[in-house]
């Protein structure tokens, strides 16, 4: 069984359901962040992902403004998930420059259904052993 993952007090989760329709994260203020440093947003894809043809693209994305309104939403990076991803974990990295944040999922695909957790964390943080190889994961 793979290690699993620390929790630290400054981790943010964005997102912790499932994304079946085009939508946008809650904003989330970055004041717990340190603006200009490094940050990684993991994203877990749960399991199953029941059809065959579907698609998730994450784009994230700082704005000075709450309600991100047009014009003023900044892209840091974007992941493209399809159907086979299920079970597998993801980083992009960021320096956070405006003071919200959130996700913007756009879906495919005939019933698109992706359980996903969406944590911004620090760069440095820590994931435990596994137990059986000693293995850091």
Request: glycine content about 8%; hydrophobic content about 35%; overall charge negative.
């Amino acid at each position: 069984m793979p290690g699993s993952f620390l929790s630290d007090a400054n981790d943010i989760v964005l997102h912790n359901a499932t994304v079946s329709s085009n939508s946008n994260s809650t904003a989330t203020s970055t004041a717990g962040l340190a603006l200009g440093n490094i940050y990684r947003l993991q994203v877990v894809v749960g399991t199953p992902i029941t059809d065959a043809d579907e698609t998730l693209r994450i784009i994230l994305q700082g704005s000075d403004a709450s309600n991100f309104s047009t014009g003023n939403q900044v892209p840091y990076g974007t992941l493209n998930l399809v159907d086979n991803d299920e079970g597998l974990t993801y980083y992009i990295e960021f320096r956070p420059q405006h003071q919200y944040i959130r996700c913007n999922f756009v879906v495919g695909g005939t019933t698109p259904s992706f359980p996903i957790t969406v944590t911004i964390r620090e760069r440095n943080f820590k994931v435990t052993k596994d137990d059986a190889s000693g293995q850091l994961f």
